[in-house]
């Protein structure tokens, strides 16, 4: 989405100011462990070229790692631009102005909703964000924490990846103890002792791949819905334990069956120092506890400040009046929606008015239309607790200081790489004079070198393991706190309005006399117009990210509450509009109506006669004499009888 800039901005700060700047400082540390191991290539240069390009080469992969995570660390401190078109619309914006910025929003597949799903969670008082989980797994998940399913769809998935690799973890410690009972009771037969090493090193590797993968699951970019989370891993390790003690007492039988080993062979293999995966397990298992600990500590404070309010404001009513009914929906849409925008953003429209009309006869007819319109979301500031602050500050360290320990273990790799190359070089010219003493009876040579080589196998097996767990846990956590520094939340106004009626036309003229010197006709359409408003003010939730599409996560519908005094003040203006129409066309300027009085004045003059007005004086004197004479009868009349005689 374009960088529209506008001189009243909508006061969205960069949330990732201290993440961004404990991410630089891990980066940074990193890059030093690079560098010392550079440093050192030059002591050792003169000792052993080949150990000292391996210090080079862990020194510059560490030095390109620390540098790009405190790049990134960087890039999360630099100004947040934010323009006036962010956030993105809950579905395709039909504003005409803003054209341009909602077909980005639909290339990138950002919009959440469609028109006709706001249009029924409106009408239907529901909220159709909070989706059923998917899968066997997700929905235990949801049963053991039921208001998980109102949280936004990245904390959800959190929760569900959690709460998935740890029970995949957990089996996997049920699986080994029973796979360890039944090496250790004789019940594998003679290959109880083999079992357990190769099945713990199978195990570690499959733990870790899992919690590497959990910890990819919730990136931002890769987030834009609910995933679905099955219990396949948890039945993989069920029967991987089964089968594989089966198999390997099967091949260890055949080996014995067919090859036939003699004695001498089992003193050199007792030699062998067989890998341990306990303390890998246990550092995996505690370091994944920790991780859910505070992961959920952060969901569960956040649940408390979710709502699941799904109540909005309707208007329903017949009304009578003389206007067009393009001229009502003109009304709403050009003048009393637009006087409720934010800070003069366009609003953004859903559905848009596109009134039909049929007419049925000569002058009458019915129409309807449809308006869904969101106003632009007003950024609502969350205060958070101090704890919460808290949990998320030190989820953010503790992911920086693994990954640090896990920098330092890679670097731990470059002595173990180098004392491997001598070692390796020692061992193929020394394996054939030992294999000839063995042949003569002699096996301490080759025993040293079976235990020597051995030796150095496990111990950079287990730096591998840890080197590759305490990344992986670090990842996680830096990727699951990262997402309670990204959420932001918006406030706005949503509404439908539903307008359907009849309409009919009649003349009005006024002025017809003979003498007016003036006459105005006018079509009046009488209309009967039932509209039917519901509105509600929604809560929404997105997720931001550092860089050009910064606001640009799809936008969820969180909770939504009633507007009664809003959806008032809007009835009341669009009958003030009403009431205040003008039917008859009239004079509108004082230049107007002087012409109308000069034409008067020249129509009067027009119509003067002389002989006319004298008719009209004897005429008038001639009804005051018989009105006098009238009078004078009446008083007669009334004089009494004895006042005549007398």
């Known amino acids: 989405m374009a960088y529209d800039f506008g001189s009243k901005g909508l006061g969205i700060g960069n949330p990732f100011k201290q993440e961004g700047l404990i991410r630089t400082i891990g980066g940074i540390v990193v890059a030093g462990i690079g560098l010392y191991s550079i440093f050192n290539v030059t002591d050792i240069i003169e000792q052993d070229m080949t150990k000292a390009w391996v210090y080079a080469v862990v020194g510059l992969i560490l030095l390109i790692t620390g540098f790009k995570r405190a790049g990134s660390g960087l890039f999360q401190l630099f100004k947040f631009f934010v323009g006036r078109s962010v956030p993105t619309s809950l579905s395709y914006n039909l504003t005409k102005s803003e054209t341009e910025n909602a077909q980005i929003e639909r290339k990138e597949n950002v919009l959440a909703y469609k028109a006709a799903t706001l249009e029924s969670m409106l009408m239907g008082r529901k909220n159709a964000t909070f989706t059923e989980p998917l899968g066997w797994m997700g929905r235990f998940v949801h049963s053991i924490f039921p208001k ?269 790489i180098s004392s491997g190359i001598e070692f390796f070089q020692y061992f193929t010219s020394n394996i054939e004079g030992a294999s000839r003493a063995a042949n003569n009876g002699q096996l301490a040579p080759l025993q040293s070198l079976i235990s020597d080589s051995s030796g150095l196998i496990v111990a950079f097996v287990s730096t591998l393991f840890f080197w590759q767990i305490v990344t992986t846990i670090g990842r996680m956590l830096e990727n699951f706190s990262h997402i309670f520094w990204a959420e932001l939340r918006f406030n706005s106004l949503l509404m439908y309005m539903k307008t359907e009626g009849t309409f009919a036309e009649s003349k009005v003229s006024t002025g017809m006399s003979i003498h007016d010197s003036t006459r105005s006709e006018n079509v009046i359409v009488k209309s009967s117009i039932t509209p039917w408003v519901v509105s509600s003010r929604i809560n929404t939730s997105t997720f931001a990210t550092s860089g050009a599409n910064n606001v640009e996560m799809p936008r969820y519908v969180m909770s939504m509450s009633k507007n009664d005094d809003e959806l008032n003040e809007i009835v009341t203006e669009i009958k003030a509009f009403l009431r205040a129409r003008e039917n008859i066309a009239g004079f509108s300027n004082t230049a107007d109506l002087q012409h109308a009085e000069n034409i008067l004045k020249v129509n009067n003059a027009s119509r003067y006669n002389p002989n006319q007005i004298a008719n009209a004086d004897d005429e008038a004197a001639g009804f005051l004499r018989n009105e006098q004479q009238n009078d004078e009868q009446i008083g007669d009349e009334s004089v009494p009888e004895q006042d005549k005689i007398s």
């Open 148 to 416: 998980l399913i109102f949280l936004p769809y990245p904390i959800r998935n959190i929760s569900q990846e959690i709460i998935s690799v740890l029970a995949t973890t957990i089996v996997a410690f049920i699986a080994f103890g029973l796979t360890y009972f039944v090496s250790s009771s004789g019940l594998a037969g003679e290959a109880g002792h083999i079992i357990m090493p190769v099945f713990s090193l199978f195990i570690l590797i499959y733990l870790v791949a899992a919690w590497r993968q959990a910890a990819n699951a919730v990136s931002l970019n890769k987030v834009k819905q609910l995933n679905s989370a099955g219990a396949a891993s948890v039945a993989k390790i069920i029967s991987f334990s089964i089968l594989f003690p089966v198999a390997i007492g099967v091949g260890y039988h055949y080996i014995n069956k067919n090859i036939k080993p003699d004695g001498e062979f089992y003193q050199v293999i007792d030699k062998v120092n067989l890998f341990s995966a306990w303390p890998s397990l246990l550092t995996l298992l505690g370091l994944g506890t920790i991780t859910a600990a505070l992961v959920f500590y952060l969901v569960g404070i956040r649940s408390k400040q979710s709502s699941t309010e799904t109540e909005v404001s309707e208007y329903r009513e017949n009304l009578q009046e003389s206007v067009h009914p393009n001229e009502i929906f003109i009304n709403i849409e050009n003048i009393v929606l637009a006087n409720r925008r934010y800070k003069e953003i366009p609003n953004r429209t859903y559905m848009n008015f596109d009134p039909v009309l049929k007419e049925q006869s000569q002058g009458k007819g019915s129409f309807a239309g449809e308006l869904l319109i969101e106003t632009q979301p007003e950024f609502a500031s969350a205060v958070q607790p101090a704890n919460y602050k808290m949990a998320r500050l030190i989820s953010t360290i503790l992911a920086q200081v693994l990954i640090v320990i896990g920098g330092y273990l890679f670097f731990s790799f470059a002595p173990q």
